[in-house]
């Protein structure tokens, strides 16, 4: 999860995931690897305390100096686990004084099979890496459009669903995405990615990989200052009044077709 949520990402991006037991708490892109690691790691620092980083890119010195600093208080940085495309000699030299740390050097993730044990057998599924290429086009369902800077962040936020275990909910802002996911409901989620996101969540983007059969997801990020949503869709029963809030509030709701539904 760790190495495909930052993987799937273009070579060109420089994106860094972190995880902590098994749900992504941060996610960034930025213009450098150490910029993307330090925006992912504050999206939830005391969950990364103990976490797994994912790095789509080469982990150089400086890097890897960030990601073992220690700043003398209780919420110090510490990993358990740094996965990343390619490791430079002094990188390791420097994550070789942490004996516990495990260094896993990954160049890609290629499509395959993802076992996993249930009572009396094995569960065998093809890997969840993003949209299929037949994925339906997004539709727009209100009467707002979106602006092409939403766009931008609902793209980037939608290709992270797969990775977030359902119900999985992320608020983005400048290519910096906050989580909730892991919940027994989707509202739940919204409220734990909105609270994360704190007053960055004015202006930011939602996306959701959970059904919304309800107006509350949409009051929720209307209220935190979102104001476009892209989920899977689906014909639920109460889909025209979710649609109809949304206009009402001047929102923008975008339908995907493709639902993830990502279970640990």
Request: charged share 25%.
């Amino acid at each position: 999860r760790t190495m495909c949520a930052a993987y799937c990402y273009g070579p060109d991006e420089n994106v860094v995931a972190v995880v902590k037991h098994n749900t992504v708490s941060g996610l960034s892109r930025r213009k450098s690897l150490l910029d993307a690691y330090q925006k992912a790691d504050v999206c939830d620092h005391i969950s990364a305390f103990g976490g797994i980083a994912g790095v789509n890119g080469m982990v150089d010195v400086e890097l890897a100096e960030a990601m073992t600093k220690k700043e003398g208080g209780p919420d110090d940085r510490f990993l358990e686990v740094v996965v990343a495309k390619e490791f430079t000699p002094g990188a390791l030299d420097v994550f070789k004084e942490f004996k516990n740390m495990r260094i896993l050097c990954v160049p890609k993730v290629l499509p395959g099979l993802h076992i996993t044990s249930v009572p009396g057998g094995l569960r065998v599924q093809e890997m969840n890496l993003g949209d299929p290429p037949n994925a339906p086009a997004w539709e727009v369902v209100t009467k707002r459009q979106p602006e092409p800077e939403e766009l931008e962040q609902m793209r980037f936020a939608w290709k992270a669903m797969p990775f977030l275990t359902s119900n999985g909910i992320g608020v983005c802002k400048d290519y910096q995405m906050w989580c909730g996911s892991g919940q027994p409901n989707r509202i739940r989620s919204t409220r734990i990615a909105i609270e994360m996101a704190g007053e960055d969540a004015k202006g930011a983007v939602l996306a959701s990989d959970a059904f919304m059969p309800f107006e509350d997801v949409t009051q929720a990020a209307h209220a935190a200052g979102i104001r476009a949503i892209v989920h899977t869709g689906g014909k639920t029963m109460r889909r025209k009044q979710i649609i109809a809030v949304a206009d009402d509030l001047g929102m923008t709701i975008i339908e995907t077709g493709i639902r993830h539904f990502s279970h640990a």
